[in-house]
């Protein structure tokens, strides 16, 4: 099919272009908005405890949206809570949310609520926090959010107002990733054409990959736009899945271009250079896209849409990346002909250094074939000095927590960011730890009052209050809220001192879940700890079905293409080694903090959704290479006359002619994802390294030295399957045996697969 299309599209290369320019212009068009259709959130999980107790505090009482925190700084040496001034302009503040459509009810000010004075006023007692919740949860209210503050931020008769809280850190990590995308790619865009125009020479051939990254950047835009009508779609996809489609559609393109440039340099014309390329990398190719696309795809099982949202749009992307690589590729290729190679830039350079023109070389005679040759006389050795190297990199690994993402996600310069910090600084109790406990069942007041006064005497805990009575360490402190009970559905509240980010704040969290609740009745949590403990759990509930998934498929993608059992589960196991080491240097960073956390701050916790992410991610582009690897790899063994020698020399040989190209590739795709790693929010920082060490290491010390030596190791077994299994290849498997083409033609003295 793949030679079929192949043959149509450079039969009519112009009229393939016009169409893919007609549809760019229709898609750039209809994609510029792409952003008004993505949603902000999708870290909870809508099944769990938390998100249920959220729901019934909306439904029921009008409360527990998002928080958003207005911090009020009056003069220095002036009691805020008594300063006449500094009350007017609380109380006009309040009036104003009063009247906003989306602020719930019980909004909490020092004046309005003076039993609150320790979690409202800081201790200089020259600032106040008025507290509100926003409708919408994490989706809507990031931009009520951002409405209030651009209301009611600024000086008012000598008062500060700033707006802060998990409303406007959500609203300004999405503005922030938005800006940062523009940033990446300003930043890999440039960089890697700079890097292309040394790996081809030539400008135009430079060109094209970067152009076909474009084409797949901008197709990508109304990919998401699609899928944000009809489902819900994180805005972290744009900056994620546009990466991805880039470092893709421009991986793809030079498989191709090199292997055209391979096929050309052995003498066959160009339309039979194209078809055959197609034939052979370009089935590669389309493998890969799929191998990629299946590792995305297990993050459906993820009830988090922030997950979940990448399972359709990664999918979208990478066919995306592979249909562009696969027929605008050929068409520009028959198209220029000859001029593809034009403007060589380093020919002038050449000249300048007086170095001699560029000469063909032999595979065999190739840096790479040296090198994997040394590797595969030295295996055994080589095996376990680089294990044992991956493996101390990855012990970090091991202590690996997950969290929720809180303001400490956004750099120090944020209002959020900055505003929290006082609160934590500055204030004796942080209302944002407060856990909220739902008692839905029918209960008596002194039932209600001994479970609130038993959650009180919790370590840790400030005071704990329902409509049956406020409660401090056991002790009566004041009456409760009448509003605070609605038919057979009860809000408590609790305070505690706790991070509720920390490990000793879910522990209170546990201690608490432990207190035994009225006969008859149902207890949910939320607060920031009930979010972060149920995420984390979610995400570990499913994940054991998600690599399940993610290891079968690849499995059996592997073995329909290679026909071997032990090939692809070398694969697995080789990845999950070089991934260990990525996750491990990962936590070194950004969970302990060293090295400053390259710039971010640590919370002793990783983001729990983007570790997953990365997973997925970085395994699939894993097996991207391995395809490439093992396509080369499998064409020399069918030559072969299956010796173990000839194992050997595959091995080394398919390494020698992919080597350059996996590496050129792999420092391509890690430019698209440092270009990510400048993100001020600091798990997409966390993103872009990972990935760009993860690509880096897979393409250098896995492929270089792991993979040669343990197919040196395994020898003719490596190519083995039981015979049930082979027959069945042998009837559905996936060939790359190329078809015949036209005879070839006399070499061209300046093409070459291969120039030193």
């Not at 001699?356 to 006389?377: F, G, I, K, M, S």
């Not at 260990?580 to 983001?607: C, I, N, Y």
Request: hydrophobic share 50%; charged share 15%.
């Amino acid at each position: 099919m793949l030679v079929r299309l192949t043959r149509l599209v450079i039969s009519m290369p112009k009229r393939v272009l016009l169409g893919a320019l007609i549809l760019l212009v229709v898609c750039g068009a209809y994609g510029a908005t792409a952003a008004e259709h993505l949603l902000a959130g999708g870290y909870s999980d809508p099944n769990s405890g938390s998100a249920r107790a959220e729901r019934t505090l909306d439904e029921t009482f009008n409360r527990g949206g998002v928080q958003v925190v207005l911090k009020l700084d009056g003069p220095d040496g002036v009691d805020v809570s008594r300063d006449p001034t500094a009350r007017a302009v609380g109380e006009d503040i309040v009036a104003d949310l009063n009247r906003n459509q989306y602020v719930q009810d019980q909004i909490l000010s020092v004046w309005a609520n003076p039993a609150l004075d320790s979690a409202l006023v800081s201790r200089d007692r020259t600032s106040t926090l008025i507290i509100a919740s926003l409708d919408g949860g994490e989706d809507s209210a990031p931009g009520h959010a951002e409405e209030i503050a651009a209301a009611l931020a600024g000086d008012r008769d000598g008062i500060t107002v700033q707006v802060g809280g998990q409303g406007m850190v959500f609203a300004q990590v999405n503005d922030q990733t938005a800006s940062d995308l523009l940033v990446a790619e300003a930043i890999a865009i440039p960089i890697t054409f700079i890097v292309l125009i040394f790996i081809f020479g030539g400008l135009l051939a430079a060109a094209v990959p970067v152009g076909i990254g474009i084409v797949s950047i901008i197709l990508t835009f109304a990919l998401l736009r699609a899928i944000g009508s009809v489902t819900d779609v994180s805005v972290f996809a744009l900056n994620l899945t546009t990466a991805l489609g880039l470092a893709l559609a421009i991986d793809y393109t030079l498989l191709i271009l090199t292997r055209y440039r391979e096929e050309v340099g052995h003498g066959l014309s160009r339309p039979d250079a194209i078809v055959r390329t197609l034939a052979t990398a370009g089935r590669t190719v389309a493998f890969s896209a799929v191998t990629v696309a299946l590792s995305l795809s297990a993050l459906v099982l993820f009830p988090q849409y922030f997950l979940r949202s990448f399972a359709f749009a990664g999918l979208g992307v990478v066919v995306v990346a592979a249909v562009s690589a696969l027929v605008l590729t050929p068409a520009v290729l028959m198209l220029l002909g000859d001029r593809i190679d034009a403007f060589d830039a380093r020919k002038p350079l050449r000249r300048l250094l007086r170095l001699p023109p560029a000469r063909p070389v032999e595979p065999e005679d190739t840096w790479w074939y040296r090198l994997v040759q040394w590797v595969l006389r030295h295996a055994l050795p080589v095996a376990a000095v680089v294990t044992v190297f991956l493996l101390v990199l990855g012990a970090p690994f091991l202590s690996m927590k997950l969290g929720f993402p809180d303001d400490r996600v956004l750099p120090e310069s944020a209002s959020a960011h900055a505003i929290q910090q006082e609160i934590r600084d500055d204030y004796e109790d942080d209302l944002s730890a407060a856990v909220t406990v739902v008692v839905r069942g029918p209960v008596d007041d002194a039932a209600l009052a001994d479970y609130t006064r038993a959650l009180s005497t919790v370590g840790d805990v400030n005071s704990a209050g329902s409509s049956a009575g406020t409660f401090v360490r056991g002790a009566p402190a004041a009456p409760g809220s009448p509003d605070d009970t609605r038919g057979d559905v009860h809000v408590l509240q609790v305070s505690t001192d706790r991070d509720p980010m920390s490990e000793s704040g879910i522990a209170q969290l546990d201690e608490l879940r432990a207190v035994p609740p009225p006969a008859g009745t149902e207890t949910l949590f939320s607060g920031l700890a009930a979010a972060t403990d149920d995420t984390v759990g979610s995400i570990y509930a499913h994940l054991p079905w998600v690599l399940g998934l993610i290891a079968i498929a690849t499995f059996v993608l592997l073995f329909l293409f290679t026909g071997s059992v032990v090939l692809p589960l070398k694969a697995l196991v080789l990845n999950i080694l070089s991934l260990s080491a990525t996750f491990g240097a990962m936590v070194w960073f950004f969970q302990e903090g060293h090295l400053g956390g390259l710039g971010t701050t640590a919370t002793g916790t990783l983001s729990a959704t983007m570790p997953v992410l990365l997973f997925c991610v970085a395994f699939g582009l894993s097996m991207d290479y391995e395809v490439f690897l093992l396509g080369r790899i499998r064409e020399e063994w069918l030559r072969s006359d299956r010796t173990r020698a000839a194992s050997d020399h595959a091995v080394a040989l398919g390494l020698a002619r992919t080597g350059r190209v996996i590496t050129a590739a792999a420092l391509l795709m890690s430019i698209v994802f440092a270009a990510i790693a400048a993100s001020e929010v600091s798990f997409m920082r966390m993103f872009g390294v990972g990935l760009t060490l993860a690509v880096l290491m897979d393409a250098t010390i896995i492929r270089m030295f792991l993979v040669p030596a343990f197919m040196r190791l395994a020898g003719r077994a490596n190519w083995w399957a039981p015979g049930p299994l082979r027959r069945l290849h042998d009837r559905i498997g996936l060939s790359e045996e190329a078809p015949e083409v036209g005879r070839p033609e006399k070499a061209a003295p300046d093409t070459a697969p291969t120039r030193v």
